[in-house]
């Protein structure tokens, strides 16, 4: 297996002042009084009709010049597109036609108009674009207003697509809206630097991805970079993911299809512990930040996943880390993230659940992280790697770990970015995953980190 690497580019995406933060600054003041929770919405839906628009009308052109291998094509042919993985966009939503028409007071129907006819000729959409722009609370005036700012950046051309600029304005939106949604946001949004060190520690290079707690699919997102950043190809894993909030599984959808990414999310939305809509899955790994302590879940003292013991109704923190490992295939592996208070709580028969797991020899890795990573809460969390099996394994260079936990302290890692906002740089992130590969025995490093506290149990 290669060694993990990271970029050299900057993770600091709040220190980053190019376009995308001109671009936020401008989107946010046309908001006026409207709940972030909702404006993302409007937002998010208009820049992924930009995209497809963009992506449409650059094989528009070429279909329309006939050259190569588009000798005789008829530039109208849905099939053309189809056949090039490009989204068809009918006429009366195209960027063009849009933008010349986001003066008149019928603009938010014009837009509903859009995404309805979109989804209709590309079956792969149904149900998941925003179609309320015509609703009254929204101000037709500055909704034209956006359409005109968000028509100044090109994002589905080649050139854009090569440098990712979808991407990037994509991910730094989902970024500021967590922000400005405070404890909310954190419903949809995990931190990029967070999702680095999930990904970068498991190296999903192939196999099934699971995430039953998916948010607005970064899991997902950064495998795939992962996978094509180690000389993988987009497809090389198969994505499954649930959301239970219908709104954010929508801008998972969306999030993946703007990449061309595909994934199973089943047929709706549904609550995990309620409705399993991949109960027969085993997953090679899973990836997860699950609701912090969640009290308001749905428990069936019967249910089949609670393997290590029946967890407590007052906290959901041992029914996901149950559901997880109930999902994992034999030499499955998981990464996620729960609050601090997992690795020393009590209550309610939770000390002899993580006892259990404990001794069954699950635990591979923890890691506990500095405060401050995420807008959803200030609390210090820490991160579990459990894996179903141990074993030396020469095809994936694995060393025999049989009885023993890595411990790696991040506490005092990270930059301020703000007053209340921490990040993981590229350094901690390196070392935090050198630190683990080394351990583990699939990089021959010699690497001896003097920044991380490392200990075996």
Known sequence: MPPAKTKNASNNQAANLGFEAKLWITADKLRNNMDAAEYKHVVLGLIFLKYISDSFEEMHANLALGLGDYAGSNPE?????????????????????????????????????????IERDNPRLKGVLPKDYARPGLDKQRLGELIDVIGTIGLGDAEN??????????EYFLTQFASAEGKNGGQFYTPRCVVRVLVEMLSPYKGRVYDPACGSGGMFVQSEKFVEEHGGRL?????????SNSTTRRLALMNLAIRGIEGDFGPEHADTFRRDLHKDLRADYVLANPPFNDSDWHRN????????????KGNANFAWVQHFIHHLAPSGMAGFV????????NQSGEGDIRRAIIEADLVDCMVAMPGQLFYSTQIPVCLWFLTKSKVADAKRNFRDRRKQTLFIDARKMGTLIDRVHRELTDADISRITSTYHAWRGDVDTGYADRHVSASLL
């Open 77 to 117: 042919d849905q099939d053309e597109y189809r056949a090039e993985n490009v989204f068809w966009v009918p006429p009366a939503a195209r960027w063009k036609y849009l933008q010349n028409s986001a003066k008149q007071p019928t603009i938010g129907k014009i837009v509903d108009d859009a995404m309805v006819a």
């Open 161 to 170: 697509r090569s440098k990712d600029i979808l991407g990037r304005v994509y």
């Open 235 to 243: 497809g090389d894993i198969s994505i499954y993911g649930q959301e």
């Open 301 to 312: 003292d019967e249910d089949v996943r609670w393997q290590y013991g029946v967890p407590p």
């Open 338 to 345: 729960l609050a601090n208070g997992s690795m020393s709580s």
